[in-house]
């Protein structure tokens, strides 16, 4: 059985930063890519940053330059680390696990960016 599970939402101010992770479990972690969604009411799901097996990195333009994902094999576990948040990054963030065809999906943790 695949988990993922997400933790490291809340609150916060414009300005200030957050830290998500997420654990998984049921699955060969280190040969999975790794990636972080987001979705905000009324709007599409959409994909924030992710990490290959391998280590390469890809992030929404959005993103770049303030949020960064990382995530340590040993541990079963991919991290966003969100820094100079901003009212447009709030959302519910997902985490993704992808090998080949098969997609898995955490419940998700709101971020919400308010002052």
């Known amino acids: 059985q695949v988990q993922l599970v997400e933790s490291g939402g809340g609150l916060v101010q414009p300005g200030g930063s957050l830290r998500l992770s997420c654990v998984a479990s049921?699955?060969?972690?280190?040969?999975?890519?790794m990636g972080w969604y987001r979705q905000a009411p009324g709007k599409q799901r959409e994909l924030v940053a992710r990490?290959?097996?391998?280590?390469?990195?890809n992030y929404a333009e959005s993103v770049k330059g303030r949020f960064t994902i990382s995530r340590d094999n040993a541990k079963n576990t991919v991290a966003l680390q969100m820094n100079s948040l901003k009212p447009e990054d709030t959302a519910v963030y997902y985490c993704?696990?992808?090998?080949?065809?098969?997609?898995?999906w955490g419940q998700g943790t709101q971020v919400t960016v308010s002052s």
């Open positions: 990490i290959s097996s391998g280590g390469t990195t």
């Open positions: 049921g699955i060969i972690f280190s040969i999975n890519t």
């Open positions: 993704n696990s992808h090998r080949l065809n098969r997609d898995y």
